[in-house]
Every structure is written in C-alpha cells, then in structure tokens.
C-alpha cells in the first residue's frame, strides 16, 4: 500500500508537515522580533515572557485531551479566577500555605467534576455545560469577594511568584508546567489511558463497543481539567501578588487557539502536544512583540482570534488537500 493510500501514512504526514509549519512559523517570528524589537532577546525579556505565559501552558495540557476526545472546557479561566479567589480567602482567614493550596486543588477537582457530571450523566453538550460554569464559577467568586481582591500573601508564594531557578533566569512559576507536560505526554502517547483518549474522539460508537467507559475517561478528563486550572490559578496568584474574580479573563481564548493552532483536530481524535508546545511558544512570542511595542490586549486579543480562524482554515484546506492525493493514489493504483 503507498503512502497516499494508507490512511496512517496520511495522518502521519498531516500532523507531520504541521508541526514542521509551526517550527517555521515560530522560527520566522522570532528572527522578526530579534531584528525589529530591542531587547527582545535579552534574559529578561525572555525570562518574563516564559513567566507570562505560565498559566496558559498549564491549561492547554487537559485542554488538548478534552478536545482530542471530542469534547471542549470554556470554564478554565473563571475555575482559575474562582480558585485563586478560594485560596486568597484561605490564606486571610490564617489557613497555612500549604492546607489553603491543598484545598484550593481540590475545590477545582471539584468544579471539574460537576462539568464532568453534567456532560456524562445529564448527557448536555459540554460547549454549552461550560459555557455556563463560566459564567456561574466567575460569579461565584464575585459573590465570595465582591470586586475587591486579597493582596498580602506569605513570602514562600510571592517569592515562588517573582524568583527564577537558582543560577538560571528560568521563572519558577513555569516550574510546574515544565514537569507537567511531559507527564503528559507520556500519559497521551504510551498508556492505556490515552489510548481511550484518542479512541473516544476517534469514534465513540467503536469505542463503546469495544468495552471503554466513555463516560468514566470523559468525567476523568473534566476533573483533571479542573485540578490543573486550579494549579493555574495557584501559580497566577503567586506571580501577581493578587487574588481576585477577574483574574485572567478572556484567557480561555489563548487556549483554545494554542490547542487548535498546535494541530489538534477540533472534530476530535487528532492531535499531539509537540505542535502544542510550538504554538504555545509562536503566541507567546507574538503576544511579547506586540506588548513591547505597546500595543494593547484588545488588539492582541485580535490577532490572537486570526490565528484561530487561520489554523482553522489552513487544517481543514490540508485535509481536503491529503484526501485528494489519496483519491489521485487510489485511481492511478486502480488504473496500474
């Protein structure tokens, strides 16, 4: 069989010739910034721009699984806000550190699971699901803090906030998403686990009949969705010094367009987290570029919803593009 009529070799090319887009892509930008934007690669811009971009990288890691197994989460942003507003009140009620963010975790858990249980068990469309827990969980946390916000924190989490790894310039709060995602790398790409993941989004009628509990790997997922926003929230709690219900608003935007821009197919069943972590590095960039040249978050926000719609559009011509050369193989197999 050639490779344009095996549908593995098809796929493997797609995602291939993506990431190999991407790389080029960030490659472009960053020669771009380093010619036209001054300072651009000094170690404190850099440091500053992986600092910046911390809480994104956390919640695109079980974005990518929920998309891949056909499913999506709107809520991370305001699960994010709700707990660091949870762990800002922790931490003034005279709770220690490590208790608050124990907790903290678990509320997102928690938060996790009743996206989970309304998905699997009420069967309602997560697109729609959280597109209402966004709402509710945002609104919660302006009911437990109104628009004020906790500000005095204890030293061991505003230094994790602001201080870098000892003799590198590399931030702290990144820390954590540099051990996260190769855990879950291995976790989408080697296990048992993953492997319902991909089979779920794949085609849920084949994957029910194969004996996987669709419901159980898709509950699974909100809660892990929900305990990493958490995390996120944590760590965007220690870099800003500030705990409030409009933390990080607008944010789930970043991280969809990173998981779609990174390859991952928005019908599900598709998607790696190397092209992931390269466009999660290419919006970093551009979003640092346009920040230094004082452009605001409106209009970055603007160039951030292109790359969405591109990504889009550029996957989707692909495909048509791979589906006809595979027709072309076919007939000249069939005519040979």
Same mark, same amino acid.
């Given at each position: 069989m050639s490779a344009l009529t095996d549908p593995k070799s098809t796929r493997r090319m797609r995602v291939d010739s993506w990431d190999l887009l991407l790389a080029v892509l960030t490659l472009g930008v960053l020669v771009y910034g380093a010619v036209t934007t001054p300072n651009f690669l000094s170690a404190f811009n850099l440091s500053q721009l992986a600092a910046g971009v911390a809480e994104k990288a956390l919640l695109v890691l079980p974005m990518v699984?929920?998309?891949?197994?056909?499913?999506? %989460? !709107?809520?991370?942003?305001?699960?994010l806000a709700l707990c660091s507003v949870v762990l $800002?009140?922790?931490?003034?009620?005279?709770?220690?550190?490590?208790a608050a963010i124990l907790l903290s975790l678990c509320f997102g858990a928690? !938060? =996790?699971?009743?996206? $989970?249980?309304?998905?699997?068990?009420?069967?309602?469309?997560?697109?729609?699901?959280?597109? =209402?827990? #966004?709402?509710? *969980?945002?609104?919660?946390?302006?009911?437990? !803090?109104?628009?004020?916000?906790?500000?005095?924190?204890? %030293?061991?989490?505003t230094n994790f906030g602001i201080d870098d790894v000892p003799g590198t310039r590399i931030?702290?709060?990144?820390v954590p998403f540099l051990i996260l995602f190769p855990l879950f790398a291995v976790a989408l790409g080697a296990t048992p686990f993953g492997r319902r993941v991909y089979a779920v989004g794949g085609s849920p009628a084949a994957a029910l009949y194969s004996g996987i509990d669709i419901a159980?790997?898709? *509950?699974?997922? *909100?809660?892990?969705? $929900?305990?990493?926003?958490? !995390?996120?929230?944590i760590v965007y709690t220690a870099r800003l010094?500030?705990?409030?219900?409009?933390?990080?608003?607008? #944010?789930e935007l970043d991280v969809i367009t990173i998981a779609l821009l990174g390859g991952v197919s928005v019908w599900g069943g598709k998607g790696r987290l190397t092209g992931v972590l390269l466009a999660l590095v290419l919006v970093a960039l551009i979003r640092n570029i346009l920040g230094i040249?004082?452009?605001? =978050? %409106?209009?970055?926000g603007m160039v951030v919803g292109l790359l969405l719609i591109g990504s889009l559009l550029v996957s989707n011509?692909?495909?048509?593009?791979? $589906?006809?050369?595979?027709?072309?193989?076919?007939?000249?197999r069939s005519g040979g």
């Open positions: 699984l929920l998309i891949i197994a056909r499913e999506i %989460d !709107l809520s991370v942003a305001s699960i $800002g009140l922790l931490v003034q009620a005279g709770l220690p550190l490590i928690l !938060l =996790g699971a009743v996206n $989970g249980v309304l998905v699997t068990w009420a069967g309602l469309p997560s697109l729609v699901v959280t597109l =209402g827990t #966004m709402a509710l *969980f945002r609104g919660v946390g302006y009911v437990l !803090l109104g628009t004020g916000s906790v500000n005095i924190f204890p %030293d061991a989490l931030p702290q709060v990144i159980r790997v898709r *509950f699974a997922l *909100f809660v892990l969705s $929900g305990t990493v926003s958490a !995390l996120a929230g010094a500030n705990a409030r219900a409009n933390n990080a608003l607008g #944010m040249n004082q452009i605001g =978050g %409106d209009a970055q011509s692909t495909g048509f593009l791979v $589906g006809w050369l595979r027709n072309i193989g076919a007939i000249q």
